[in-house]
């Protein structure tokens, strides 16, 4: 069996101290307390915070010594490694405390050149992760300890697919893809590392953000799905440098990415085409 790396164990530690408290009606109003407005319908909560605390505890019992980027915390400088990790310790929170459930935990571990080393994403709903590293392909493990080949569909036509296009908040609603929108078999609204862990394991078929764009943090989800086997570029059709977004992370730098994640070559032309109708 592959081993599981770092990133596969601090997402799944992050993910079991969570998962639990928010099935406990008590535990869930404490921790949906909010602790920031970031503006732009974005709010920090206190489960943030404790999931961030678990990924740094994690680290220091680890005695992990590189770079550290967190969607909360922004970069820490642990140590001189040229090691980097970034983190969306609880993706979606302000969706859990309005009722959508579609949550999820993200961990990379790069180079500081931006090379990738591993990376793992913790489903909240099924106790699960996807996870990769650099010599082997992307797979998905259950918490009771079963493993196997993560892989990206083979669905081939935009009204076969189940496709997620990006557009739950009002600034991404200003000039919504109507063919895209009309053509799919099933579609969905949420975006975050959730999707790309469904993309790579077959249950959806891809994602669209082609105009306003995904944070840096949340468009390295996207290399899991390309290591299931799926094509993931930008809307022209340009690969995502991926190593080139860690690189401004570890300057602090956090920008917004056009993407399209699609499950295989031909849905992914499909995709393009509708966008371009």
């Known amino acids: 069996m592959a081993h599981e790396p770092l990133t596969f164990d601090l997402a799944a530690e992050i993910a079991e101290t969570v998962r639990p408290a928010l099935s406990d009606a008590a535990a869930t109003t404490t921790l949906g307390e909010i ?3 970031k503006g732009g319908g974005h709010t920090a909560h206190k489960v943030d915070d404790v999931a961030e605390r678990v990924l740094f505890d994690a680290l220091r019992r680890r005695g992990f010594q590189g770079q550290v980027f967190s969607e909360e915390a922004g970069l820490v400088r642990l140590g001189d490694e040229p090691r980097m990790i970034v983190c969306d310790p609880y993706c979606n929170t302000t969706l859990t405390f309005h009722g959508v459930r579609e949550s999820a935990v993200a961990v990379y571990e790069y180079t500081v050149e931006g090379e990738f080393l591993s990376g793992a994403i913790a489903d909240i709903q099924i106790p699960r992760v996807v996870w990769a590293t650099s010599d082997t392909g992307a797979h998905v493990s259950s918490m009771h300890g079963s493993t196997s080949p993560a892989t990206c569909s083979a669905t081939e036509r935009v009204e ?8 739950l908040k009002r600034n991404r609603r200003q000039d919504p893809p109507l063919k895209l929108l009309g053509g799919p078999k099933l579609l969905g609204t ?3 590392a959730i999707v790309a862990a469904r993309i790579a394991v077959g249950e ?3 994602f669209v953000d082609h105009e306003f764009g995904q944070p840096s943090y949340e468009t390295l989800a996207y290399e899991l799905v390309a290591r299931a ?3 993931v570029t930008d809307p022209a059709g340009r690969p ?3 190593g080139e977004i860690v690189r ?3 300057r602090g730098e956090v920008r917004r990415h056009q993407i399209l994640a699609v499950a295989n070559p ?3 032309r499909d995709v393009q085409a509708h966008l371009a109708g």
Request: hydrophobic share 40%.
């Open 35 to 37: 602790t920031e407005d």
């Open 160 to 167: 076969d697919a189940f496709l997620v296009v990006s557009l």
């Open 190 to 192: 949420v975006d975050g």
């Open 204 to 206: 959806v078929d891809g």
């Open 229 to 231: 086997g799926g094509t």
């Open 240 to 242: 995502i440098d991926f």
């Open 248 to 250: 401004g992370l570890g």
């Open 266 to 268: 031909s849905l992914h």
